[in-house]
């Protein structure tokens, strides 16, 4: 898939160095909850790595099934059986004129009995087209000369449900979908009717010419149709890995408005034209590749267009929509299998695509560690996907022994380490409690224990309180990157009461390797100058001490 060149804006150069943390824009955060990617300029996106989100897919076994489902696959499935042991077929492997209509009956596209409409005739004959091309049908000729068709190899275990079979015949199917859904619709009628005209006013010796313009038309065509339909196409994956289940529809307006609108900006009467010719380009190639189940399409209403003029539909943006309305104007919801295969074609591309819980088959050494170093992760699934029908105590006891440690990702270890006892609930407490006067983990499992509801925890003892502070707050900065306003907000809830130099005269001994670097975020951020100024004096000492 190409790259996505999205129309966003973002920091320049003089704002400071702009770091993708996920490819989701923040429209995609207010509609889907998602997290917002830090604003890239254009020059940016041609050398940033773009991180696509992992995402959940079903079990291969499960995916398998669905593409079995998918009509048009399970059309080509049954013709490839229907060809056994052979089938005659015309010199370009099509069916023949006699076949066509009991093909068309065999797929239930005809009534049994009865004049067979053309259109199924032509139905059957692209399910067979397709089983042709995914080599589910062999083509070759008789010592006769006669031109016949037999089962190709990948028939049986396909019919089987062989995982691996139909998925890689599925993926195949919806890549040449794909290609000719962007081949019919890659030139504009007017440009192919104006290409027509020009060639039949062509003067003699001029008609070369004028074919060679032609040609270069039709292909810079379909190379900007294949462009749109992959950034579509990626901006859906995107979508769907962070919407919340059952809100994985997208109004076709707003697809297109991401493609469209720069981020943070409100869409000009000039750019709601652009997102209303975006959304009649996109509308049949979408149909296109509904039918091998990648996704689920509601087009375009037909009468939104008004045909006396031949415009497009109303311009969206233009008045409020009820949903009804809204749905007028196409849905598009990309589905598991669309999701895989969009995934494989991200990875035959280059791209990072992970899948959810992949980092989550080891202990919980190897899923702290990789959570920490991975810069592609959503951490809160990674330790979903690992604490779910694990005992509780002997899950928290890896855990709490997998957080220890003074490396520079402990303290996020020991962050995420808290957030998988949330997730282990009430019955993680006694291996907890074990751990309380342990000098890195005992402050924090205090913490835990309280706000699960106990009464009975003891108090700290100061060294452990200050080094739970600097723990804690380091945690916070190897987690946000340093965001500014985030950590404004934890400042403000550090214990300096009236006597900040007294506090920090205690922090900057703290035997923690964090402590200078907390204590000169403290010194930029707090809004207390006099706090500030004893913050960064503190922090000073702290690197003298080295």
């Given at each position: 898939?190409?790259?996505?060149?999205?129309?966003?804006?973002?920091?320049?150069?003089?704002?400071?160095?702009?770091?993708?943390?996920?490819?989701?824009?923040?429209?995609?955060?207010?509609?889907?909850?998602?997290?917002?990617?830090?604003?890239?300029?254009?020059?940016?996106?041609?050398?940033?790595?773009?991180?696509?989100?992992?995402?959940?897919?079903?079990?291969?076994?499960?995916?398998?099934?669905?593409?079995?489902?998918?009509?048009?696959?399970?059309?080509?499935?049954?013709?490839?059986?229907?060809?056994?042991?052979?089938?005659?077929?015309?010199?370009?492997?099509?069916?023949?004129?006699?076949?066509?209509?009991?093909?068309?009956?065999?797929?239930?596209?005809?009534?049994?009995?009865?004049?067979?409409?053309?259109?199924?005739?032509?139905?059957?004959?692209r399910a067979w087209s397709l089983a042709c091309d995914l080599d589910l049908v062999e083509l070759g000729t008789t010592a006769e000369g006669e031109h016949v068709a037999v089962p190709g190899p990948d028939l049986e275990p396909a019919e089987?449900?062989?995982?691996?079979?139909?998925?890689?015949?599925?993926?195949?199917?919806?890549?040449?979908?794909?290609?000719?859904?962007?081949?019919?619709?890659?030139?504009?009628?007017?440009?192919?009717?104006?290409?027509?005209?020009a060639a039949g006013a062509a003067e003699p010796g001029a008609e070369d010419e004028e074919d060679e313009d032609g040609l270069s038309e039709v292909e810079e065509a379909r190379d900007e149709a294949a462009e749109l339909l992959d950034e579509?196409?990626?901006?859906?994956?995107?979508?769907?890995?962070?919407?919340?289940?059952?809100?994985?529809?997208?109004?076709?307006?707003?697809?297109?408005?991401?493609?469209?609108?720069?981020?943070?900006?409100?869409?000009?009467?000039?750019?709601?034209?652009?997102?209303?010719?975006?959304?009649?380009?996109?509308?049949?190639?979408?149909?296109?590749?509904?039918?091998?189940?990648?996704?689920?399409?509601?087009?375009?209403?037909?009468?939104?267009?008004?045909?006396?003029?031949?415009?497009?539909?109303?311009?969206?943006?233009?008045?409020?929509?009820?949903?009804?309305?809204?749905?007028?104007?196409?849905?598009?919801?990309?589905?598991?299998?669309?999701?895989?295969?969009?995934?494989?074609?991200?990875?035959?591309?280059?791209?990072?695509?992970?899948?959810?819980?992949?980092?989550?088959?080891?202990?919980?050494?190897?899923?702290?560690?990789?959570?920490?170093?991975?810069?592609?992760?959503?951490?809160?699934?990674?330790?979903?996907?690992?604490t779910a029908d694990r005992e509780p105590v002997a899950a928290a006891r890896e855990l709490l022994a997998a957080a220890r440690g003074s490396d520079p990702y402990g303290p996020l270890r020991r962050m995420l380490c808290v957030s998988a006892?949330?997730?282990?609930?009430?019955?993680?407490?006694?291996?907890?409690?074990?751990?309380?006067?342990?000098?890195?983990?005992?402050?924090?499992?205090?913490?835990?224990?309280?706000?699960?509801?106990?009464?009975?925890?003891?108090?700290?003892?100061?060294?452990?309180?200050?080094?739970?502070?600097?723990?804690?707050?380091?945690?916070?900065?190897?987690?946000?990157?340093?965001?500014?306003?985030?950590?404004?907000?934890?400042?403000?809830?550090?214990?300096?009461?009236?006597?900040?130099?007294?506090?920090?005269?205690?922090?900057?001994?703290?035997?923690?390797?964090?402590?200078?670097?907390?204590?000169?975020?403290?010194?930029?951020?707090?809004?207390?100058?006099?706090?500030?100024?004893?913050?960064?004096?503190?922090?000073?000492?702290?690197?003298?001490?080295?």
């Amino acid at each position: 898939m190409a790259g996505r060149r999205r129309k966003n804006t973002g920091a320049s150069a003089g704002e400071g160095t702009a770091e993708a943390v996920l490819p989701a824009d923040l429209e995609l955060q207010d509609l889907y909850g998602a997290f917002a990617a830090h604003g890239l300029d254009d020059e940016d996106l041609d050398d940033a790595a773009v991180l696509v989100p992992p995402v959940k897919l079903p079990p291969e076994k499960e995916l398998a099934e669905q593409a079995k489902a998918v009509p048009m696959f399970g059309y080509a499935l049954a013709l490839a059986r229907w060809a056994a042991p052979h089938r005659g077929v015309d010199e370009f492997g099509d069916l023949v004129e006699a076949d066509r209509a009991p093909a068309a009956r065999l797929l239930g596209l005809a009534p049994a009995e009865g004049e067979v409409p053309e259109e199924a005739e032509i139905e059957a004959l692209r399910a067979w087209s397709l089983a042709c091309d995914l080599d589910l049908v062999e083509l070759g000729t008789t010592a006769e000369g006669e031109h016949v068709a037999v089962p190709g190899p990948d028939l049986e275990p396909a019919e089987q449900g062989d995982p691996e079979t139909v998925l890689e015949l599925w993926l195949t199917a919806a890549g040449i979908v794909r290609e000719l859904a962007v081949e019919a619709d890659s030139l504009p009628e007017e440009a192919a009717e104006g290409a027509g005209a020009a060639a039949g006013a062509a003067e003699p010796g001029a008609e070369d010419e004028e074919d060679e313009d032609g040609l270069s038309e039709v292909e810079e065509a379909r190379d900007e149709a294949a462009e749109l339909l992959d950034e579509a196409l990626q901006v859906l994956y995107e979508t769907t890995a962070f919407a919340e289940p059952g809100n994985e529809t997208v109004p076709l307006g707003v697809l297109a408005a991401l493609l469209v609108v720069p981020e943070g900006e409100e869409p000009s009467e000039e750019l709601l034209g652009d997102i209303t010719d975006v959304m009649v380009a996109l509308d049949p190639m979408l149909g296109d590749l509904a039918e091998l189940g990648l996704l689920e399409y509601r087009p375009i209403d037909p009468e939104l267009f008004d045909e006396e003029e031949g415009e497009g539909p109303a311009v969206v943006g233009e008045e409020p929509l009820d949903e009804e309305e809204s749905a007028r104007f196409g849905l598009v919801r990309l589905t598991p299998l669309g999701q895989y295969g969009i995934r494989q074609w991200l990875l035959e591309d280059g791209y990072d695509a992970p899948l959810v819980g992949e980092l989550a088959q080891g202990d919980a050494a190897e899923l702290l560690r990789a959570v920490c170093e991975s810069v592609n992760v959503l951490p809160d699934e990674e330790l979903r996907v690992w604490t779910a029908d694990r005992e509780p105590v002997a899950a928290a006891r890896e855990l709490l022994a997998a957080a220890r440690g003074s490396d520079p990702y402990g303290p996020l270890r020991r962050m995420l380490c808290v957030s998988a006892l949330n997730l282990l609930g009430p019955g993680a407490e006694p291996a907890v409690r074990e751990v309380l006067d342990d000098p890195e983990l005992g402050g924090a499992a205090r913490a835990w224990l309280t706000a699960q509801g106990a009464t009975d925890v003891p108090a700290p003892a100061r060294a452990m309180t200050l080094w739970t502070v600097v723990d804690t707050f380091a945690a916070q900065l190897l987690d946000s990157g340093g965001d500014a306003e985030l950590l404004r907000e934890l400042i403000t809830d550090l214990p300096v009461k009236g006597d900040p130099a007294a506090w920090f005269g205690e922090l900057w001994r703290v035997d923690h390797p964090y402590t200078a670097d907390v204590l000169e975020a403290i010194g930029e951020l707090h809004l207390d100058r006099a706090v500030a100024k004893e913050a960064r004096k503190a922090a000073f000492k702290a690197r003298s001490k080295k």
